[in-house]
C-alpha cells in the first residue's frame, strides 16, 4: 500500500490495541494518518502533543494501516506483528474543544464493519513518553477545560439554582445535560461562566448524518436524548436572566445538541427574547441554526437578537445537501438567511464542520473563498465532523467530485491571508468581543 515516503521531522512510534482496550506500541511501524485516499506518516512537525481532556477510542471492525519503517511501505495489519494470532485495531483522539483534527486515524474497514459511533478520529502516534496528535490549535480560550470544571462546583451551582427557580423545567433539563451526559455548555451555566445554553426545539427541518440528539437508522446511537418538551418564554427568560446578572460579558445561545433547530420555535423564542431585553440590555443573545427560515431570522432580529451562527459541512449545495437531508427548504434559503443577518449589521459567523480529505479539496476551498467573497461573515468556528470518515467521504464522492486534498492547515491558511479581517475560533464570543 502506498509508497516510500520521505522523512520531514521525527516519525511517531505506531499506535494499536489489543482487544481488552489495552494501548500498544508497536516498534518498528511509524504512526499514519490519513485524508480520503491520501495517507502520511505523523512526525513531530506535523503533529502536536495530546491536549488536556481528549479522549483515546479503540475502533473495532477495522484494522491499522502503519508504515513499516524496515521495508518503506504502508502496510494493513490484522494480527501483532509481534503476538501472531492477536487481533488488533486502530487507535484514534477524540480531541479537546478548540483544536482541529489535520490527519484521521488511518485504518481499513474489516469485512461488514458498522458505522463508527459520532465522534471525530484524529491521528495520533507516540513519541518520547507523550501521546501526539495530528491537530493544530484555533482557540485559545479556556471555556471547556475540564480542569475549571469541578465537580463539586456544580453541584452547588445546581443547588443555588434549584433555590432561585424551583418549578422551572429547562433548569431541571440542564441539570440532566450536566450530570447525566457531562455537556459543558451545561456545566458552565451552573458554574456562572461564559455561556449558557437554551435548549427549546423539539422539532428539526434537517436529518443531518451526525446529529447527535437523534438518528432513526444505520446502527449509530445518538449521544444524548433531545428535550422532551418546548418550554414557555417566561421559564427561558428566567435561566437566562439568572445567567446574564451573574456573569460579566455573558453569552446565552439556542440552539444545542439536546434540540433541533430553534427556528421551528419560534413562537416561544421571540417572546423569550424581547422578556430578556425588557429587564437587561446586558448579556449576548446568541442563535446557533440552519438559518433555513430568513423570515423568521427577522422576528428574532426585531425582538433583540444579538448573533447567529449557521452550521455548514461545505457550501456546495450537493454535499450540503447529503450531509443536512433538508426538508422544506434549500442551501439557498441558509444563503438568504445569512444575508438577512449581515443586513441588519448582525454579528454572523458559520460553524463549519472540518473534515481531512473533503474540507481540503482543491473544490471545497474554492467554493468557500467565493462563498466568504459574496457573504462576507464576520467568523468562522472550525469544529471537527463527529461522523464515520470513510462512510462520509464515500457520501460526498458520490454528491460532487473532490481532487487530492491540500491540508487543513493549508486551507485555514489561505482563508487567513485572503480575508484577514475574518476571525477564527470555536466558540461563540460576546458582544463586547465583536
Known amino acids: 500500500m502506498g509508497q516510500p515516503v520521505k522523512k520531514t521531522g521525527q516519525f511517531l512510534t505506531a499506535l494499536v490495541a489489543n482487544r481488552r482496550g489495552e494501548i500498544l506500541e508497536l516498534d518498528g511501524y511509524a504512526a499514519v494518518g490519513m485524508a480520503g485516499v491520501d495517507q502520511r ?26 508504515y513499516n519503517l524496515q521495508t518503506h511501505r504502508f502496510e494493513m495489519l490484522d494480527e501483532n506483528p509481534f503476538g501472531p494470532g492477536e487481533p488488533i485495531y486502530p487507535v484514534a483522539a477524540f480531541i479537546s474543544p478548540g483544536y482541529v ?7 481499513q474497514e474489516r469485512p461488514h464493519a458498522g458505522y463508527l459511533p459520532l465522534f471525530a478520529y484524529g491521528a495520533v502516534g507516540w513519541y518520547r513518553g507523550k501521546f501526539r496528535v495530528a491537530a493544530f490549535q484555533v482557540d485559545r480560550e479556556r471555556r471547556q477545560d475540564l480542569r475549571l470544571m469541578k465537580q463539586r462546583d456544580i453541584v452547588a451551582g445546581i443547588h443555588e439554582k434549584r433555590r432561585l427557580m424551583p418549578d422551572n423545567r429547562l433548569r431541571q433539563h440542564l441539570e440532566k445535560c450536566a450530570q447525566t451526559y457531562g455537556c ?10 461564559y455561556e449558557a445554553p437554551l435548549p427549546t426545539s423539539q422539532h428539526c427541518n434537517a436529518r443531518c448524518l451526525g446529529c447527535i440528539s437523534l438518528q432513526h437508522k444505520d446502527g449509530i446511537p445518538h449521544s444524548q436524548d433531545r428535550i422532551g418538551f418546548v418550554p414557555t418564554p417566561q421559564e427561558i427568560a428566567q435561566v437566562a436572566l439568572a445567567h446574564i446578572k451573574k456573569v460579566k460579558k455573558s453569552v446565552v445561545s439556542f440552539g444545542q445538541g439536546c434540540e433541533g433547530d430553534p427556528l421551528l420555535a419560534v413562537d416561544v423564542i421571540e417572546p423569550a427574547i424581547r422578556m430578556i431585553r425588557d429587564a437587561t440590555d446586558c448579556g449576548t443573545i446568541h442563535l446557533n441554526t440552519n438559518g433555513s427560515r430568513p423570515e423568521l431570522l427577522e422576528k428574532l432580529f426585531d425582538a433583540g437578537l444579538d448573533s447567529m451562527r449557521v452550521s455548514l459541512n461545505s457550501v456546495r449545495e450537493s454535499c ?16 438568504k438567511g445569512i444575508d438577512a443577518a449581515l443586513r441588519r449589521d448582525k454579528f454572523v459567523s458559520i460553524n463549519y464542520l472540518i473534515s481531512p480529505g473533503f474540507t481540503d479539496t482543491p473544490e471545497e476551498l474554492n ?16 469544529r471537527n465532523l463527529n461522523f464515520d470518515p470513510v462512510r ?7 454528491a460532487a467530485p473532490g481532487g487530492k486534498p491540500f491540508g487543513i492547515r493549508h486551507v485555514f491558511a489561505k482563508i487567513r491571508r485572503m480575508f484577514p479581517r475574518l476571525r477564527h475560533c470555536y466558540f461563540n464570543p460576546p458582544k463586547e468581543k465583536f
Request: net charge positive; hydrophobic share 45%.
Open 41 to 66: 506518516v505523523l512526525a513531530t512537525d506535523n503533529t502536536l502533543n495530546l491536549p488536556y481532556g481528549s479522549e483515546l477510542m479503540l475502533l473495532p471492525q477495522r484494522c491499522p494501516v502503519l
Open 101 to 107: 483534527v489535520t490527519r484521521i486515524s488511518a485504518f
Open 184 to 193: 459543558p455548555a451545561g456545566k458552565n451555566f451552573f458554574l456562572g461562566r
Open 320 to 335: 450540503y445537501n447529503i450531509y443536512f437531508r433538508p426538508k422544506g427548504y434549500g442551501f439557498a434559503d441558509v444563503a
Open 367 to 382: 467554493t468557500l473563498v467565493k462563498f466568504i467573497q459574496q457573504h462576507p461573515i464576520r467568523m468562522i468556528q472550525w
Open 392 to 398: 462520509y467521504w464515500q457520501k460526498m464522492a458520490a
